[in-house]
């Protein structure tokens, strides 16, 4: 049975934003159609920030990521939901990718080679929300923080096929909010 995780990445843990929104409909969809689904909010979890190399190489891992790595590892999907903020992803969520895809998980300790397979056959699906148009996003800033995640940390653990998909003036009026409820249903349907 297919497994997908998703991963909240809204930095605000109260349940009244698009971001829980898209996270539940994509659930409702893929439940409905038989997936097994788990759901991890990073703004619920307790981590320290990384802050040397000495850290980051150390396999002692807080119980908040140990729990995230085993979901992980588990899974055969993972959805990473969040705001974009300043251009990029908010800090809780760089915070939790820079503790969770240390070298013991995703290298078994290497991160000399150009990319790790440990994790390979997991696909992901990035989904963005932004206050302004996505187009604008995608088109005169390059989608930049996006392709970096995608390319810079998901692709080099091995993940992949990573898809995303960007929603452009916090998913517009009521209309528009429910088209994209409605897409993200369809895609945990098919867990892409």
Request: net charge negative; aromatic share 12%.
């Given at each position: 049975m297919t497994r997908i995780l998703i991963l909240q990445g809204h930095p605000d843990p109260d349940e009244g934003h698009l971001d829980h929104a898209l996270a539940g409909a994509y659930r409702e969809g893929?439940?409905?159609?038989?997936?097994?689904?788990?759901?991890?909010?990073?703004?619920?979890?307790?981590?320290?920030?990384?802050?040397?190399?000495?850290?980051?190489?150390?396999?002692?891992?807080?119980?908040?990521?140990?729990?995230?790595?085993e979901l992980i590892e588990a899974s055969h999907h993972l959805v990473l939901i969040y705001p974009l903020w300043l251009g990029d992803m908010p800090s809780g969520v760089k915070g939790f990718l820079e503790q969770t895809l240390r070298p013991a998980f995703v290298a078994d300790g290497d991160m000399n080679r150009l990319r790790h397979t440990r994790l390979k056959?997991?696909?992901?699906?990035?989904?963005?929300?932004?206050?302004?148009?996505?187009?604008?996003?995608?088109?005169w800033f390059g989608a930049h923080s996006l392709k970096s995640l995608e390319r810079n940390i998901l692709h080099f653990c091995g993940f992949g096929p990573v898809r995303h998909t960007l929603i452009g003036q916090d998913g517009g009026d009521a209309a528009s909010r429910e088209r994209w409820l409605h897409r993200m249903r369809a895609l945990g349907a098919q867990a892409r």
């Open positions: 893929a439940e409905e159609a038989g997936f097994a689904v788990d759901a991890y909010t990073i703004a619920h979890r307790d981590f320290p920030l990384l802050r040397n190399q000495a850290e980051f190489l150390s396999e002692t891992v807080p119980p908040a990521i140990l729990e995230a790595q056959g997991r696909s992901v699906r990035i989904v963005v929300t932004m206050g302004m148009p996505a187009f604008v996003y995608r088109w």
